[in-house]
């Protein structure tokens, strides 16, 4: 609530800079005297200081602020993505599991599940290790891999 009263601020004060800045125009296309282009030329330069600390005090709370989804937030203000990257991104995350459980298949002949862990989680981060031990479960109750551990030996 605090945020959107905030940004009601703003636009009062954004709105009253734009004014000034029409004032400056008229001013300007008829004839000035010296003093009133200094006037203005101060007048400008202290909007351009109110807008930089509009921008740094929107900045900080923007930072500083979490939105929940309930509350509405203008459309501007929110950077989504668009839909087709969400689909994207969902698709991928719902075939992950199988994908993963591939490659342990894939790699379980030629190296142990620590060497695989350490290929498929800390290297590539396909998963985490929770997940990676689930998925290694998984496949044994399914008897898909051994149930056996290989353990190099030192030659």
Known sequence: MGLLKF???LKNINSRIKNSFKKIRVEISGKATKQEFKDLKIDTEKNKEKIARL???VAVLMSQSQVSKSQPVSISLKKSRPKIEDKIINRIRRSKRGAVMEEIKKLMPTMSIIEIKNI????KGLCSKAS???YV???KSQSQVSSETKVRQKA
Do not use: F, I, M
Request: no cysteine.
């Open 7 to 9: 940004l009601k601020g």
């Open 55 to 57: 921008e740094g005090a």
């Open 120 to 123: 498929l989680v800390d290297e």
């Open 132 to 134: 990676y031990y689930r």
């Open 137 to 139: 479960e998984s496949l």
